[in-house]
């Protein structure tokens, strides 16, 4: 009898002591999470922070901390991919961005920054696949790859899918501003009765002037703010440009002639809007383009923001290289 009950109190304690260690490791279990939850949101609020102040190395850094607690956050690598697109890191802005979508591959949002990376390494072939994925889960994102098309030289699947769109009832400016490109690339009049051929070689500024007054023909005011631009008339070059847009909205040369007017007349920040809108119609014509990330360049030069201008400045000169 004795041995029975030693028996049952060593089994007892046997049993306590399990449950205690078992509670005690619980616990230690809980409290690392709670720690690492804890250190995995101080850093990832912090990368959010140095992103927003445009310092992307700093926002990396602290994206990587953030790694080491939990390597499979989409979170995380969506923001890794966006700070590596920031620095032209276009391998690594693809790399975490292809992660992220392992994980969630019909996530809207990481397929719209795939399809900015794809677009910044000019991979618009692959961009478009890309986009029609995103149709098929946001029917109205079509706009978007009329644009694709157009920059992939793909002008009939672009008008084919513009007519779609206005079938659906669904045209927007940038649609209208699209078709105007596309018919004017056909030979097609638009609106604007077509003169005889005008010669603008060897005609003073004022006769060109006179000239676009009877006939708004794009060569002709395309001479006009080339000469207001070597006379430094900015106040004439953005208002003649703003002019030239309502006729020719499709021009990316007025586009980036009414930014530069902006940039010297100091209006930095409509001039960024301004060239925002206009690079879009820039195709094929890597010259064109670095001109206007150059003047992007100046417009955030001027406004402070460094990062921003380098990235511009960059960019032109990968581009420039390029010829």
């Known amino acids: 009898?004795?041995?029975?009950?030693?028996?049952?109190?060593?089994?007892?304690?046997?049993?306590?002591?399990?449950?205690?260690?078992?509670?005690?490791?619980?616990?230690?279990?809980?409290?690392?999470?709670?720690?690492?939850?804890?250190?995995?949101?101080?850093?990832?609020?912090?990368?959010?922070?140095?992103?927003a102040i445009k310092n992307y190395s700093k926002a990396i850094e602290s994206l990587e901390l953030c790694n080491e607690i939990d390597s499979v956050n989409v979170s995380v690598?969506?923001?890794?991919?966006?700070?590596?697109?920031?620095?032209?890191?276009?391998?690594?802005?693809?790399?975490?961005?292809?992660?992220?979508l392992q994980l969630?591959?019909?996530?809207?949002?990481?397929?719209?920054?795939?399809?900015?990376?794809?677009?910044?390494?000019?991979?618009?072939?692959?961009?478009?696949?890309?986009?029609?994925?995103?149709?098929?889960?946001?029917?109205?994102?079509?706009?978007?790859?009329?644009?694709?098309?157009?920059?992939?030289?793909?002008?009939?699947?672009?008008?084919?899918?513009?007519?779609k769109i206005e079938e659906n009832a669904m045209t927007s400016m940038r649609i209208k501003s699209f078709k105007r490109f596309l018919e004017n690339r056909n030979g097609v009049e638009v609106n604007i009765e077509k003169p005889a051929e005008i010669t603008t070689e060897n005609v003073d500024f004022e006769t060109l002037k006179k000239l676009y007054a009877n006939n708004k023909e794009y060569k002709i005011v395309q001479e006009i703010l080339i000469q207001e631009e070597k006379e430094a008339l900015f106040e004439a070059l953005y208002a003649?440009?703003?002019?030239?847009l309502e006729l020719?909205?499709?021009?990316?040369?007025?586009?980036?002639?009414?930014?530069?007017?902006?940039?010297?007349?100091?209006?930095?920040?409509?001039?960024i809007t301004v060239l925002s809108i206009g690079?879009?119609?820039?195709?094929?014509?890597?010259?064109?383009?670095?001109?206007?990330?150059?003047?992007?360049?100046?417009?955030h030069e001027n406004l402070g923001n460094k990062s921003e201008a380098l990235k511009y400045k960059q960019r032109a000169i990968a581009l420039r290289k390029e010829n």
């Open 248 to 271: 020719f909205p499709e021009q990316p040369f007025l586009y980036k002639m009414n930014g530069l007017a902006l940039n010297k007349l100091r209006k930095y920040n409509e001039a």
């Open 104 to 163: 969630e591959p019909e996530n809207r949002y990481l397929l719209q920054h795939k399809v900015a990376v794809l677009k910044a390494q000019r991979n618009f072939k692959k961009a478009i696949e890309v986009q029609k994925t995103i149709l098929k889960i946001q029917p109205k994102d079509s706009e978007e790859l009329v644009f694709l098309y157009i920059q992939n030289q793909n002008f009939a699947e672009a008008e084919a899918l513009i007519s």
């Open 240 to 244: 003649d440009s703003k002019e030239a």
């Open 279 to 299: 690079i879009d119609f820039v195709i094929d014509n890597s010259a064109m383009e670095a001109d206007f990330y150059e003047q992007l360049a100046i417009s």
């Open 77 to 100: 690598l969506f923001e890794f991919s966006k700070n590596h697109l920031e620095l032209n890191n276009y391998f690594e802005a693809e790399l975490f961005i292809d992660k992220a």
């Open 1 to 51: 009898m004795q041995r029975c009950m030693r028996t049952k109190y060593l089994y007892g304690l046997f049993a306590f002591g399990m449950l205690f260690i078992s509670s005690f490791s619980y616990a230690q279990i809980t409290n690392i999470e709670e720690e690492n939850s804890l250190k995995f949101q101080t850093h990832f609020f912090e990368a959010l922070k140095q992103k």
